[in-house]
């Protein structure tokens, strides 16, 4: 990635946790009763959500909803795709790599639906996250493998106009926040 590009992304990372932060003190309202109807049409299929941090919106009354098998991200190693355990309410967690808690054990599962946290989004499905490129290479992983619906989770205050992208950034297939859902063609 070239410095223009990483400055961008920077500048607009600081920006977005300021309106993230913004929006998570005022609430998620039905965010995510509208995230668990747009789920229940996939009722079945193998999720995977994420255990939100900090100032992330909360999916997890639409995974607990969910009828069928839930995973969430285990980072395995810097620069790797994420791979999913199998979580359930009250199974027993550990803190993980970046803080995030994941299931102490259970089984590995490979999701058809996922719930992406992101800072940022824009009206073009694009994303934009912490910098890992976790989720942008397991998309890409798992959109090699066969087809996955990318479900961007996030309040309404995060869309932006534009989110600098690379080519290794991989668009949403939809966005959920607190005032509906958008699908990206």
Same mark, same amino acid.
């Given at each position: 990635? !070239?410095? !223009?590009? $990483? @400055?961008?992304?920077?500048?607009? &990372? ?5 309106? $993230?932060?913004? #929006?998570?003190?005022?609430? *998620?309202? @039905? ?13 079945? @299929? ?8 900090? +100032?992330? %919106? ?16 285990? %980072? ?7 791979? /999913?355990?199998?979580? +359930?309410?009250?199974?027993?967690? #550990? ?14 599962? +490979?999701?058809?639906?996922? %719930?992406?946290?992101?800072?940022? /989004? !824009? ?10 490129? /976790?989720?942008?290479?397991?998309? *890409?992983?798992? &959109? ?5 619906? #990318?479900?961007?989770? #996030?309040?309404?205050? @995060? ?5 600098? %992208?690379?080519?290794?950034? *991989? ?10 859902? +958008?699908? /990206?063609?």
């Amino acid at each position: 990635m !070239d410095t !223009d590009l $990483r @400055q961008a992304k920077a500048a607009a &990372r600081a920006a977005a946790f300021a309106a $993230r932060k913004q #929006a998570h003190a005022a609430g *998620q309202g @039905q965010a995510a009763e509208i995230l668990a109807d747009v789920l229940a049409a996939h009722a079945g @299929q193998v999720l995977a959500g994420y255990m939100p941090m900090r +100032t992330e %919106i909360d999916p997890l009354p639409a995974m607990t909803a969910h009828p069928g098998p839930v995973g969430v991200p285990v %980072i395995m190693a810097r620069a790797t795709a994420l791979r /999913f355990r199998e979580w +359930t309410p009250g199974c027993a967690m #550990a803190e993980g790599d970046f803080k995030a808690l994941i299931p102490v054990e259970g089984a590995w599962v +490979t999701p058809a639906v996922l %719930i992406v946290p992101l800072l940022a /989004f !824009d009206a073009r499905g694009y994303r934009l996250g912490y910098g890992g490129g /976790f989720y942008d290479r397991t998309l *890409q992983g798992l &959109r090699a493998a066969g087809p996955v619906l #990318a479900v961007g989770f #996030a309040y309404a205050a @995060q869309e932006v106009a534009e989110v600098p %992208i690379d080519a290794t950034d *991989q668009r949403l297939d939809m966005m959920v926040t607190e005032n509906g859902v +958008t699908r /990206f063609p």
